[in-house]
């Protein structure tokens, strides 16, 4: 979905105000789409009680129907064994009111994660972590990519600068974020490094780098001083530390006051590239029942 952003302004990349314009487009998509009787689906499930994931579905389930399509969620007690988890993706595969299929990580001990993901019908995976959808990506064939990716790479373009040619050095190398960002920024022709915990020189790498994603789950690992003059910095990182009055403060992986001094533009922790992820799963969605239904890009 082409989408028409404003820049960052003063430094800083406004995610919120991002995420908000593309929630924006893509109410308008789902409205085109109800005119030729198709309200698309999203089916979200949750095993056990964990307190976070519990935030992130209702917020999931909330903006989910802002933007008009129908949200079905399913929420398991925590000794639900693997096999009746997969029934229910099987039943979700099967139903054709539903688009999209997210299964809320992460899943009790008795569950392989994997073998759950697997399980999803590619075409309605909208997490992007089907291997299906990981190597038609990594190929550049097309496919779901994962939400956090891709928000990030639209916060990269956000900024309006000409990426080709451009050294982008990743911190982490997860097969949620760090792998696929790489692919998603070799797609625009820059020069990738995934650094990571034994990485030599960690430092010195970053430096180099005109594109920094930091994902590698460590609050302020990434000092301002190893921030390249004018680099975009990307912080995915969202880690909670404590305060003197007990309430603890979000805070990413990048000192953000000092890298402010030397970013060219830069993400805030909170308010950059987590509202996105959300609306990211949204648009992922909407363009799983266009292709599912033979609807127009």
């Not at 569950?111 to 990506?137: C, E, M, Q, S, T």
């Not at 005109?210 to 003059?229: F, Q």
Request: with cysteine.
């Amino acid at each position: 979905m082409a989408t028409n952003m404003a820049d960052a302004t003063h430094g800083i990349i406004d995610g919120k105000a991002m995420a908000a314009a593309l929630r924006a487009e893509i109410t308008l998509g789902v409205a085109d789409l109800a005119h030729a009787g198709i309200k698309p689906g999203l089916a979200v499930v949750l095993v056990g009680e964990d307190p976070a994931s519990q935030v992130y579905v209702r917020s999931k389930a909330r903006q989910t129907v802002e933007v008009g399509m129908a949200s079905f969620e399913h929420r398991l007690p925590a000794d639900t064994a693997e096999a009746d988890l997969l029934a229910l993706v099987a039943a979700l595969n099967a139903d054709d009111a539903v688009d999209g299929i997210l299964v809320q990580l992460p899943l009790p001990p008795q569950i392989d994660a994997d073998k759950v993901l697997r399980a999803i019908d590619p075409a309605k995976d909208v997490d992007g972590f089907h291997p299906v959808n990981v190597g038609l990506i990594a190929t550049g064939s097309g496919g779901i990519a994962p939400c956090t990716p891709f928000g990030a790479m639209m916060l990269v373009k956000a900024t309006g600068r000409d990426l080709s040619g451009l050294d982008a050095v990743i911190v982490g190398r997860s097969n949620i974020v760090g792998k696929p960002m790489a692919q998603l920024l070799l797609q625009e022709n820059c020069t990738v490094t995934i650094a990571h915990s034994r990485s030599r020189d960690l430092p010195a790498i970053v430096r180099r780098a005109d594109i920094v994603v930091a994902a590698v789950g460590r609050p302020e690992m990434i000092a301002g001083d190893w921030i390249k003059p004018g680099a975009i910095v990307i912080d995915v990182g969202i880690n909670r530390i404590a305060t003197e009055d007990g309430k603890g403060k979000l805070v990413g992986d990048v000192a953000f006051a000092d890298a402010r001094e030397h970013a060219g533009a830069i993400t805030p922790v909170p308010g950059g590239v987590g509202p996105m992820t959300i609306a990211c799963l949204l648009n992922n969605t909407l363009l799983a029942a266009r292709a599912r239904r033979g609807a127009r890009p």
